[in-house]
């Protein structure tokens, strides 16, 4: 099988289960409150009677016997939905609404009931990540940096460096307390010893923490006393971009940007804002040999490329838990993962944003060229928790937009109308539709149009 078809068939089975599993939970609260479910369709099931051709749009569908659901496959696998009585959604039902009220409709339950037959889909894809990174947990363990693996050391915060921390540091020791990577509780014993002990140089160097020292967490590189330095390796080009035609190659790694050291990835990139929309010269590492190429940076301060993970550059080792004591980690990955998303998400309203955000080809980039379940799993569980985020945002058409409209009718005691409804509707499509359209567009101008062109 093709790298490409083995990367697609990845991407459809994580979105395929991560869908179902959303649908399902709108499906289950509504159930659980009598209401009525008229279809549950994993991906669309859009006719195609407009150009012709008399069929629903279903691969297959079944209404089992004195049931008042039909479940049913698309042929569309860009989502699904549940189509619940009562409520205007995706479907544009409008007829059902201009008829009475039922007992057995949406619109006829208590806002509280409404509340969770929405938020199911959202807590599902949350629970799902979650129950995800426990297993993998369970089965594999965590994949850590032993502190002495770590050829750059460490990045440190402000006001860690304000203590006389140096980026560059080993964490040795925290009150004669050995310390080994960041997860666990190391960044909490060094923020309460007294005095923590670090590699630098070859040489160990005692630091006094102070009594009730406050740490802060940096604005500009969101580090939380500390983290990984991250060395500058070249894992792909983007099609017509500087890297690419300073002829830079994967596995390439950047050592000097303009003459200025740049081995880890924070001090990289602010050499490159430096040199915003110029050509500089870098060194690279290849094959043990240095070298060095002019790279244009654009007016973004990229150069087109995609960084190696950190764990494939350092040796790691496996932290593995028991079946109980990975439910706390795994709990612990959610909520980190969720945070962290949730903090990068502002970047997307900049210039720099707008043009990084991808559609399925970037996501489906993601996956391995190998079939790897361990790498399948992380990632299923990151996009669960990007697609719980993303559809608790206050947008029309989304969850989080029937969320506002409820929260609405419970601080006013007053529902939006319907007709208002319709159209916030339609917007939130046109909205979604339009994002859908820039996110598939700039994949295709990356690796279709710009090398073509350039």
Not at 122 to 146: D, Q, S, T
Not at 158 to 178: C, T, V, Y
């Amino acid at each position: 099988m093709s790298t490409f078809w083995l990367k697609a068939l990845q991407l459809i089975l994580s979105l395929a289960l991560l869908v179902f599993i959303h649908e399902l939970g709108h499906y289950m609260w509504a159930r659980i409150f009598k209401v009525r479910v008229e279809k549950f369709y994993l991906f669309f099931d859009i006719g195609l009677k407009k150009l012709g051709i008399k069929w629903d749009g279903s691969i297959f569908k079944f209404k089992p016997k004195n049931s008042e659901t039909e479940y049913g496959l698309g042929w569309l696998p860009l989502g699904g939905y549940c189509k619940i009585a009562g409520m205007i959604d995706e479907s544009m039902d409008t007829e059902q609404m201009k008829q009475p009220e039922q007992p057995w409709e949406f619109r006829s339950k208590p806002a509280w009931q409404r509340l969770l037959i929405m938020v199911g889909g959202v807590l599902n894809n949350f629970l799902l990540a979650i129950l995800i990174y426990i297993g993998i947990m369970a089965c594999w363990g965590e994949k850590v940096i032993p502190y002495k693996n770590a050829e750059l050391g460490m990045e440190f915060s402000e006001s860690a460096e304000k203590l006389g921390f140096r980026d560059g540091d080993i964490p040795m020791s925290a009150d004669g307390k050995d310390l080994c990577f960041v997860i666990d509780d190391d960044i909490d014993m060094m923020k309460a010893a007294k005095q923590v002990t670090v590699l630098r140089n070859g040489k160990d160097t005692v630091i006094n923490i102070p009594d009730n020292y406050k740490f802060e967490k940096d604005k500009t590189t969101g580090i939380d006393f500390m983290d990984y330095r991250r060395p500058v390796v070249i894992e792909s080009t983007m099609p017509g971009d500087g890297a690419e035609k300073a002829g830079l190659k994967k596995g390439d790694r950047i050592m000097t940007v303009g003459g200025v050291p740049a081995e880890d990835y924070y001090t990289f990139t602010e050499q490159l804002k430096v040199n915003n929309d110029k050509s500089v010269m870098m060194t690279y590492q290849r094959d043990g040999k240095l070298d060095s190429a002019e790279v244009k940076v654009n007016d973004t301060g990229k150069i087109g490329i995609g960084l190696r993970q950190i764990d494939q550059i350092y040796n790691v080792e496996r932290k593995q838990y028991g079946f109980f004591t990975s439910i706390p980690r795994g709990i612990e990955m959610g909520w980190e993962e969720l945070a962290k998303y949730a903090s990068s998400f502002k970047k997307v309203f900049s210039k720099e944003g707008a043009q990084s955000i991808g559609g399925f080809g970037a996501i489906g980039n993601l996956f391995p060229d190998v079939w790897d379940w361990e790498k399948f799993w992380e990632l299923t569980a990151l996009l669960s928790v990007i697609l719980a985020f993303m559809n608790i945002l206050p947008i029309p058409a989304l969850d989080g937009g029937h969320v506002l409209f409820l929260f609405y009718e419970i601080i006013f005691r007053r529902k939006p109308s319907d007709k208002f409804m319709e159209r916030a509707q339609i917007v939130g499509m046109v909205l979604l539709i339009g994002l859908l359209i820039w996110a598939n567009g700039n994949d295709l101008y990356r690796w279709v149009i710009k090398p073509f062109i350039n």
